[in-house]
């Protein structure tokens, strides 16, 4: 005899779904590993010598990758047909704001002290500062209309073309660093070459 309960066929492993549902909780978990390893370096002496200069500078490597994380999203979906990756954008942008938020915060709380006298002789005198700063001002408008409602108000074609401002800030932020540096410029070499390949795809793919 049959039994009806082993010869039930078994439901296939719905994979797609389980990616789905695991996608935005996996990458907001991994996007949060950098201020969590930062905290932890804190809490421990880790900091090094100048704590401040490493609180500045991991903050700012963390916000131009995650610019550069944000804008692989669109090739990496042009090139696998992967489209769910689209609903991670909005956040990894929003963990470069973050991370910048961080990284400003260092400079101007424990650097500058809150003179903001000094921060204003900064940003016109070092011309790195005043690119970071053209830089930082962009993001503000992209993570205030980063909302669902916002892009229903804008309409999606001026909110998509008023995002495109993100190339220009990804571009500015290597400069910035690329001008704070006196030697040693592979790291930002790299990070232009990463955002010169993820411009080609998008070129390439969406071309004509
Ligand atoms: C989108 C905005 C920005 C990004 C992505 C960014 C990114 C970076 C990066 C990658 C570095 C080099 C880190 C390293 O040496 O490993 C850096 C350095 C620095 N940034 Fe920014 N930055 C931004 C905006 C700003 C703003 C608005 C300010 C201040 C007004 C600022 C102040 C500094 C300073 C002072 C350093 C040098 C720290 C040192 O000499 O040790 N940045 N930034």
Same mark, same amino acid.
Not at 21 to 29: D, G, I, Q, Y
Not at 118 to 125: N, P, Q
């Given at each position: 005899?049959?039994?009806?309960?082993?010869?039930?066929?078994?439901?296939?492993? +719905? %994979?797609?779904? $389980?990616?789905?549902?695991? *996608? #935005?909780? &996996?990458?907001? @978990?991994?996007?949060?590993?950098?201020? !969590?390893?930062?905290?932890?370096?804190?809490?421990?002496?880790?900091?090094?010598?100048?704590?401040?200069?490493?609180?500045?500078?991991?903050?700012?490597?963390?916000?131009?990758?995650?610019?550069?994380?944000?804008?692989?999203?669109?090739?990496?979906?042009?090139?696998?047909?992967?489209?769910?990756?689209?609903?991670?954008?909005?956040?990894?942008?929003?963990?470069?704001?973050?991370?910048?938020?961080?990284?400003?915060?260092?400079?101007?709380?424990?650097?500058?002290?809150? +003179? %903001?006298?000094? $921060?204003?002789?900064?940003? *016109? #005198?070092? &011309?790195?500062? @005043?690119?970071?700063?053209?830089?930082? !001002?962009?993001?503000?408008?992209?993570?205030?209309?980063?909302?669902?409602?916002?892009?229903?108000?804008?309409?999606?074609?001026?909110?998509?073309?008023?995002?495109?401002?993100?190339?220009?800030?990804?571009?500015?932020?290597?400069?910035?660093?690329?001008?704070?540096?006196?030697?040693?410029?592979?790291?930002?070499?790299?990070?232009?070459?990463?955002?010169?390949?993820?411009?080609?795809?998008?070129?390439?793919?969406?071309?004509?």
């Amino acid at each position: 005899m049959t039994d009806a309960i082993t010869a039930a066929p078994k439901a296939p492993i +719905d %994979w797609s779904t $389980i990616v789905r549902r695991l *996608l #935005k909780p &996996v990458v907001f @978990t991994i996007s949060c590993l950098p201020v !969590l390893w930062l905290g932890w370096l804190a809490l421990n002496n880790g900091l090094g010598a100048n704590p401040i200069e490493k609180l500045i500078r991991y903050n700012g490597d963390w916000a131009l990758r995650f610019l550069l994380i944000g804008l692989a999203v669109t090739p990496i979906r042009l090139v696998t047909g992967w489209t769910e990756i689209a609903r991670v954008r909005r956040m990894l942008g929003l963990f470069a704001f973050f991370y910048v938020c961080l990284h400003l915060s260092a400079y101007v709380g424990l650097d500058r002290f809150f +003179d %903001w006298r000094a $921060i204003w002789a900064d940003i *016109l #005198k070092r &011309v790195y500062i @005043t690119v970071g700063m053209g830089a930082f !001002l962009t993001l503000i408008p992209l993570a205030i209309t980063s909302t669902a409602g916002m892009v229903k108000r804008m309409g999606a074609k001026n909110w998509r073309r008023m995002h495109r401002v993100i190339y220009f800030t990804t571009i500015a932020a290597i400069i910035h660093y690329i001008m704070m540096l006196k030697a040693g410029y592979q790291e930002p070499a790299l990070y232009g070459a990463i955002l010169a390949v993820l411009l080609a795809i998008r070129a390439v793919k969406k071309w004509p």
